[in-house]
């Protein structure tokens, strides 16, 4: 940032309160830098409130410097980062609106629709899973029943192996039963399915939403203002210290 070009106030008390309120700017500043970065980490929402807390202060703090600094020049270069951490706060409130609709739209719709997939594929599998397994150790009761009749020619043995071929009989009765119902089931798997590939797409629109807001916006201004924040107060330190000199 250039140097200001007015000269900063040469009373005391008012060089002081100056300095005291841009380097405590400075700190709330980096402090609100650093909290967002912790709210985008770990999606807790008890940073982005520091964020807010920080910001506020911040922007007191340099109200008041621009009080103190008297001069119209050093006036209006405070109120250029003043109107720069008001938009730096702006901006930050965007990415956390982006990424409270992130997190909302994976527990509506991809957490909730996902278990509801689970349940639909299991629910599926099942399907006539029970009775083909049922139809299968009947049919291999049978066989060994008239095995055993082809054997011995006892006709007990032969009405043993008919009940188990008329189980197998009602089995498949029912199979067929739950395959027409089947496609029932397979129409609301596909429906859970639509909803939670539309949810995951809702999703990574608002995070790359955030991400814009963030890479494009937050991090460039933060920078900048940051900077001009810290040469302000650099600035203000030299001429404490030239005044205290020629004293």
Do not use: C
């Not at 965007?94 to 689970?118: G, R, W």
């Amino acid at each position: 940032m250039t140097a200001p070009i007015g000269r900063f106030p040469d009373n005391h008390e008012k060089m002081a309160i100056l300095i005291n309120k841009l380097g405590s700017a400075y700190q709330n500043y980096t402090t609100a830098r650093t909290a967002i970065r912790d709210y985008v980490i770990n999606m807790d929402e008890k940073y982005y409130v520091q964020v807010k807390q920080r910001i506020s202060l911040a922007i007191g703090d340099l109200v008041q410097a621009e009080s103190a600094a008297r001069d119209s020049e050093i006036q209006e270069t405070i109120g250029q980062v003043l109107s720069a951490v008001h938009d730096w706060g702006a901006i930050a409130t965007q990415v956390q609106v982006a990424f409270s609709h992130y997190q909302e739209t994976v527990k509506s719709k991809i957490l909730a629709n996902f278990s509801a997939l689970t349940d639909a594929g299991n629910a599926l599998v099942r399907i006539n899973a029970v009775l083909m397994t049922e139809i299968l150790l009947d049919l291999q009761a049978a066989h060994a029943t008239v095995t055993a009749y082809l054997s011995s020619g006892q006709e007990a043995i032969l009405a043993s192996a008919y009940t188990s071929m008329n189980a197998i009989k009602t089995k498949i009765e029912r199979a067929d039963h739950n395959d027409k119902n089947l496609e029932t089931a397979l129409n609301t798997f596909s429906i859970t399915l639509d909803t939670y590939v539309d949810g995951l797409r809702r999703a990574a629109t608002h995070r790359e939403k955030a991400h814009h807001f963030i890479n494009d916006n937050l991090a460039p201004l933060g920078t900048k203002t940051q900077g001009q924040l810290e040469e302000l107060y650099r600035l203000s330190i030299e001429q404490q210290q030239r005044n205290n000199a020629g004293d």
